[in-house]
Structures are given as C-alpha cells and as structure tokens.
C-alpha cells in the first residue's frame, strides 16, 4: 500500500432509506449471491471495498482507502444519492496497523453485520 497516497471516507445513509443502506452495506462489505449453474443451485461470494488491498474498515461508515478505489467508492456512493466526504490522509505504515480489524474469538462476519457463532 502507498502510504502517500491514501484518503479517508466518510458516508451516511438514511435509516428510513433501508434499500439504500441494504445496497451500500453489500458495496462495502460484499454478499452471497446464489445462482444456478447448469441446472445446479450454486453460491458464491461478491466481494466488498473492505476486501480489497490496501482497504482499511476503520468504524462504522468510515474507510481508508489508496486514491482510486476512494473515488471509486465515492462515485458509486454518490450514485446512490449517498452523503460522502473525503479527505487526504497522512498515516505511518505501524499507526494504520491500529485501525485494522481483528475478528474477536467465537464471531464472524456476515453480509455486513456481526453475528455470534453458531
């Protein structure tokens, strides 16, 4: 990752507007798609920014991003009538480590939420 190139994002989605949020939620975090494939039921994953090099989850609606996939999101976001801010951030390699998620024992992620383990 370029840590000379890398801006922080912002977003808010209205509650009331839960399509909105449902399709930023899949954008940011991914989703299961299920199709079917020669007549057999298949599943697969569609990836979200926060699984793509160099993305950092920091919080709840906010992201450190390299420069074009910043835009990138933004643009997308802004389609969706999405309230975005952007920023150029200035960060060492060992303070970025700080803001990375660790997934706590016994929970896992799925489709944008936390859930306990089942």
Known sequence: ????????L????????????????????????????DGVPTAYDQPGFIHRPGVVWVG???????????LELRGRLDTLGVSTGMGRLSIERDQLTVFRRRRRAGVRHQRGRTIGSQ
């Open 60 to 70: 709840q609606s906010v992201l450190i991003l390299p420069h074009g996939d910043a």
């Open 10 to 37: 912002s977003y808010d989605v209205d509650g009331r507007d839960r399509s909105t949020a449902s399709r930023v939620c899949h954008l940011i975090f991914g989703r299961r798609n299920r199709t079917t494939h």
């Open 1 to 8: 990752m370029d840590e000379q190139d890398l801006w922080i």
